[in-house]
T-cell receptor, first 116, second 113 residues
Framework: GAVVSQHPSRVICKSGTSVKIECRSL??????MFWYRQFPKQSLMLMAT?????????EQGVEKDKFLINHASLTLSTLTVTSAHPEDSSFYIC????????????FGPGTRLTVT | QKEVEQNSGPLSVPEGAIASLNCTYS??????FFWYRQYSGKSPELIMS????GDKEDGRFTAQLNKASQYVSLLIRDSQPSDSATYLC?????????????FGSGTRLLVRP
């Protein structure tokens, strides 16, 4: 298989606080992990690409100081939304590609963030 | 011009019919093509990958690739109401070494009982 987990599945936080989302590949080593955001009835939007042990590459328009990504190992990446605001409320989804394989991305179940 | 284009739909088919979903892409050197299914409120799930011209079958699903026409399609035979979802076409980004995929905006499929 190629199972990716995310935690938490849902989180509600107050405006101004930070939230950390974990993404783990459970049964494979992930060369690269990706973080997406999806607003209701809209397309997936790639936020950043991360490789183990190196800095994430952010897509144009994504604030790297607001969305902190750490890829500590071949099975774990974290996204921290700092100083969250209501407009950050969205569905955050990670995906991973298998070590030494190419482009197939396996998605985690997503984290629904609500900022009040 | 969008890099990966899909008709947003909805595509409505009766139960038992063949659903045909289409996708065009702009980068001629793309080599890897994927179809993902996304149910409402859930994350995408990989259902098919195709790398060579022609057809690739997996159960009720058939992916078709025509690199000359820059066209990839997904056929779903014997469509079931449970197939109702948004289908995302994804293509590799050859100019990017990060294994990034370019996603279309998706086609919503509705299978009527």
């Amino acid at each position: 298989g190629a199972v990716v987990s995310q935690h938490p599945s849902r989180v509600i936080c107050k405006s101004g606080t930070s939230v950390k989302i974990e993404c783990r590949s459970l049964d494979f080593q992930a060369t690269t992990m990706f973080w997406y955001r999806q607003f209701p009835k809209q397309s997936l939007m790639l936020m950043a690409t991360s490789n183990e042990g190196s800095k994430a590459t952010y897509e144009q328009g994504v604030e790297k100081d607001k969305f902190l990504i750490n890829h500590a190992s071949l099975t774990l990446s974290t996204l921290t939304v700092t100083s969250a605001h209501p407009e950050d409320s969205s569905f955050y989804i990670c995906s991973a590609t298998r070590l030494l394989e190419t482009y197939e991305q396996y998605f985690g179940p997503g984290t629904r963030l609500t900022v009040t | 011009q969008k890099e990966v284009e899909q008709n947003s739909g909805p595509l409505s088919v009766p139960e038992g019919a063949i659903a045909s979903l289409n996708c065009t892409y702009s980068d001629r050197v793309s080599q890897s093509f994927f179809w993902y299914r996304q149910y409402s409120g859930k994350s995408p799930e990989l259902i098919m990958s195709i790398y060579s011209n022609g057809d690739k079958e997996d159960g009720r699903f058939t992916a078709q690739l025509n690199k000359a026409s820059q066209y990839v399609s997904l056929l779903i035979r014997d469509s079931q109401p449970s197939d109702s979802a948004t289908y995302l076409c994804a293509v590799n980004s050859p100019m990017d070494s990060s294994y990034k995929l370019i996603f279309g905006s998706g086609t919503r499929l509705l299978v009527r009982p």
